[in-house]
């Protein structure tokens, strides 16, 4: 039988799951918007877990996809470079379409911030 502390847990992990695919495509944008040279997989990674903290600590593997998904749909260039310590490592450089849906996202995720803390504010958990 759950408990009430197992059914907060699995809607907790549920909810944090959902977030997390929504919102992980503009915060690779967003490290790529800010980046000064293209970047590779772990690079984005380590710069999401220093900025992110625990939010994206765990979720290295599942940038990957969101990357070539970005890719795909021509928000973000990306080449192969060979490493002299190990595999030959891809790059990803925002676009200028790319630029440009961050921005319209980045206002977006603005617009939905607000308007959540706005409700959450005047409930009492």
Known sequence: MDTPDSDTDSHLRKFQKELSAGTVSL???AVLAGADA???GYQIAKRLQQSGGALFSDKQSALY???RNLHAAGLLDSHVEPSISGPPRRYYRITALGRAVFSDWAATWDDTRRCVDSVL???TP
């Open 121 to 123: 504010k005047d409930a």
């Open 27 to 29: 915060v690779l944008l």
């Open 38 to 40: 293209p970047l590779y």
């Open 65 to 67: 996809p969101v990357l």
